[in-house]
């Protein structure tokens, strides 16, 4: 027999057994979702979900299908946030301070309450990252907010109107076109295919029986 | 947390260790993977297998749960849809919010076309945001399209189409340096060099990963694209049944919303479905590496219409699902993991194969081991095989874990599982449909004028088995693509008047066939509730 708990969807009592994660006790007690559920594993961010334990003074923020129930546990899903993103045009921002101060002043406004980092279902240190955000730190705002799912939760606790995860996109988006050393053989090897320069070797692939492709195939030289 | 009565094994694993490192498995010959593949693969386990009595596949054998599907009740009653009220008038219609989906709006944007994405849930809840591993291109000097042709070729037991499989190799280098461009952020050393690793089946180095959230990054980053260009993205918001004109050209979709459940009717001059895979589907009762949507859809929509399907019947096993703990059964452990060093370890302690073999000789490998060799570890819901990851550390030093792969090491440590310090359970998932649609080379159906397909529902593009990595390369190559080629078709495009005369044709077959069944489809969502 399994161990059951007991869990408050939306402030009503459901029992379900305690090896389960949120998103399968919903399920489990008869949801049939459509919002708030995508990858199911931890990647897309659509299954943002609060929630206390009975008798917590903590409010806390996770993942519902990364996160198992607990007893007591009262949840609400927070399957929309509604962030603000702007709309630029990526081959004309440039990668200076000035951008983040156009697109997205109000990280100025940020007051260091930590309650974005608090919220965090990835444990990224969110503050930290808008912190890098507002020096024009790309680089460093990118690599902290690499991570993030772009589920929301921090700016929903954000007392400062914050879209955390719009501002990580722009500083990751620019340092990956502009700020990141560009790729030489990348470059030369496109060069090289519009040249045709692989075209005659392709070409005698396209018209080999199948048993010489095989013979290729089942000999060919492997790189350590 | 391993609980006790994985102890003993774990210290087999352990005491093995430095032994297995050193160890150089044998890759199996031609002819032992063959004979291992007829014997143990699931795709070759007929009993699972139907045939399907209509359609233009008829006659040929596909999985019963897609069968069942591609033969069943379409989902509205053509009579109850006024094709006169037209809700969304677009030249280009693109199904499906994923990389095929949002590479392909992009470029048919950029080519003036006025162009609109659906997608079931929300744009990016899809298979691409997903990946973990990387993305292949032959841009390093000792590698060349044609050596990334002949392992694609091999690798899927030489079916692939070679026409598009050459594309796929030849426009490769290209995608990167398109997705580089919009800002994609790539592993690279400090020079620019892409940091590049093996995949199974791979002869070069040629996988290009951004840390392990490869697709995420990708996903994201072509999502935002699509919203800085304002192109329309209706969210939540299925196609259920293609709409042709009267000679027969796709010319739209009848859409349905997820939430409310209202019709609408979208007109098209041409239509790309980028719907995904299938593995929703759970197909001989596996579980599933996939999104919660990916439910086959696309092939249902274009089967109906006309659309011949090409290897439905082969599908991708991924050899490392997590077996252990259950909250993530069935979860992808990137094959990426055993490209940095980690390699498959029975409950001995013994390794049993190359870490590196294709996936579906791997699978088979697995299952065998598992199974009539009875080498598995008992996991309390089923059986699992270890994937030693603290080889990782020993190999490549202290911290490539969390560099690298940080994504696994987040969805284990969740449960308590150090995968520096521990090995963790494996055991194959369904993760990849390798069949679709049957496309030419500019993507548009063999059989169908004016529907063009890109991504995971195309079949052909890798033959009967795919290799890591050149399906988020195929997404974006194939995506671009077909949004390039739709939008410059519907610059010469007339619409006639609009039809769903296939849908009563597709239902007056399936009578003639005696076929009697209450399912619809396309299914759209999975029910697991109560379960
Ligand atoms: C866990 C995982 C890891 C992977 N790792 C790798 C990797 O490392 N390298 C690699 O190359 N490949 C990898 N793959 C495979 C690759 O990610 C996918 O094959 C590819 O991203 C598919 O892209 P797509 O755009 O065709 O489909 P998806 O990205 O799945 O997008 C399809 C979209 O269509 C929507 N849709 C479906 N039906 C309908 C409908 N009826 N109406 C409207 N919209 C609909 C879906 O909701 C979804 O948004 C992985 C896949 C998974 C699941
Ligand atoms: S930074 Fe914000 S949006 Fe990103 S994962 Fe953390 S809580 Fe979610
Ligand atoms: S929650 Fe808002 S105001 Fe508080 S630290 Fe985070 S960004 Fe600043
Ligand atoms: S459903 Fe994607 S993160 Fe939970």
Not at chain 2, 78 to 99: M, N, Q, T
Not at chain 2, 106 to 121: C, R, S
Not at chain 2, 367 to 393: A, K
Request: proline share 4%.
């Amino acid at each position: 027999m399994e161990n059951m708990v007991n869990v408050f969807l939306f402030g009503k009592k459901y029992s379900v057994p305690e090896n389960l994660t949120i998103m399968r006790a919903m399920e489990y007690a008869g949801y049939q979702l459509v919002r708030g559920c995508g990858c199911r594993n931890g990647f897309c961010g659509a299954c943002a979900t609060i929630y206390r334990i009975k008798g917590d003074r903590d409010l806390k923020a996770c993942l519902a299908c990364q996160t198992k129930v607990e007893d007591n546990m009262y949840i609400a899903t927070l399957p929309f946030f509604p962030l603000v993103k702007q709309v630029y045009d990526m081959d004309k921002v440039a990668p200076t301070q000035q951008i983040m101060m156009q697109l997205y002043p109000e990280i100025y406004a940020c007051i260091g309450c930590n309650a974005c980092t608090k919220a965090c279902t990835q444990d990224l240190n969110v503050m930290q990252y808008i912190a890098y955000a507002q020096r024009g730190d790309f680089e460093k705002c990118a690599e902290e907010s690499f991570d993030c799912v772009m589920c929301g939760v921090c700016s929903s606790r954000c007392p400062a109107g914050i879209s955390h995860p719009q501002v990580a996109m722009l500083a990751r988006r620019i340092n990956g076109k502009y700020l990141a050393p560009k790729c030489d053989h990348l470059e030369n090897r496109v060069q090289e295919i519009n040249d045709g320069t692989f075209k005659e070797l392709i070409e005698a692939l396209m018209q080999k029986p199948i048993d010489e492709m095989k013979e290729l195939y089942n000999t060919r030289e492997i790189e350590k | 947390m391993y609980s006790e009565k994985f102890t003993d094994s774990i210290k087999a694993v352990e005491a093995a260790r430095a032994k297995n490192i050193a160890y150089e498995p044998a890759r199996m010959t031609a002819q032992e993977k063959e004979d291992l593949l007829k014997a143990y693969h699931p795709d070759y386990k007929e009993t699972e297998f139907a045939e399907l009595k209509i359609g233009p596949n008829k006659g040929e054998r596909v999985p019963h749960e897609l069968c069942a599907t591609l033969q069943a009740n379409s989902r509205i009653n053509p009579s109850d849809i006024d094709l006169s009220k037209i809700d969304y008038d677009v030249d280009v219609l693109v199904i499906g919010g994923g990389g095929a989906g949002a590479s392909a709006a992009i470029e048919a944007h950029e080519a003036g076309a006025n162009v609109m994405v659906v997608t079931k849930l929300r744009m990016g809840d899809a298979n691409t945001m997903m990946a973990e591993g990387g993305i292949q291109a032959a841009d390093k000097e000792n590698d060349s399209p044609a050596i990334h042709f002949v392992d694609a070729f091999g690798g899927g037991h030489f079916a692939a189409k070679r026409e598009l499989l050459r594309k796929l190799v030849c426009d490769a280098p290209e995608a990167i340096s398109w997705l580089s461009d919009l800002g994609v952020e790539f592993d690279k050393d400090k020079d620019g060099n892409m940091i590049t690793t093996h995949g199974g089946g791979t002869s070069r180095k040629r996988m290009h990963a951004a840390k392990d959230y490869s697709g995420a990054e990708i996903m994201r980053t072509l999502r935002d694209e699509v919203l800085n260009r304002q192109i329309p993205v209706v969210d939540f918001t299925a196609a259920i049944e293609l709409i042709l004109d009267e000679n027969g050209n796709a010319s739209g979709a009848v859409l349905v919303n997820m939430e409310t459940e209202e019709i609408m009717v979208a007109r098209a001059k041409t239509v790309i479905i980028a719907t995904g895979g299938a593995g929703r589907m759970h197909y001989q009762g596996f579980p599933t590496s996939n999104h919660y949507g990916a439910t086959a859809d696309g092939l249902v929509l274009g089967y109906r219409a006309g659309a011949k399907l090409l290897y439905a019947e082969t599908l991708q096993y991924h050899p490392t699902g997590a077996a252990y703990p259950e909250q993530i059964f069935g979860a992808l452990v990137t094959e990426k993991v055993r490209s940095l060093g980690a390699k498959l370890v029975n409950a001995k302690g013994e390794v049993f194969m190359h870490p590196l073999e294709t996936r579906d000789v791997s699978a088979a490998s697995i299952i065998r081991e598992c199974g009539d060799r009875g080498n598995g570890v008992d996991t309390g819901n089923g059986q699992g095989i270890w994937l030693d990851t603290p080889m990782i550390e020993a190999i490549g030093g202290e911290g490539t874990i969390e560099k690298r792969i940080p994504a696994m090491m987040r969805m284990f440590g969740k449960y308590g599982i150090d995968i520096r310090k521990e090995p963790i359970l494996i055991y194959p998932t369904l993760h990849y449909q390798n069949g679709g649609l049957d496309i030419t080379e500019d993507c548009m159906t063999t059989n169908v004028e004016n529907l063009f397909v890109a991504g995971e529902a195309v079949g052909g593009i890798h033959g009967r088995n795919r290799l890591m990595g050149n399906s988020l390369l195929d997404i974006i190559v194939f995506g671009r693509s077909a949004g390039k080629n739709a939008a410059a078709k519907a610059k010469d495009v007339k619409v006639g008047a609009l039809t769903l005369d296939h849908v009563n044709a597709f239902a007056n077959e399936r009578k003639a066939a005696g076929i009697t069944t209450d399912e619809v489809s396309p299914k759209l969502l999975p029910d697991y509730r109560n379960k």
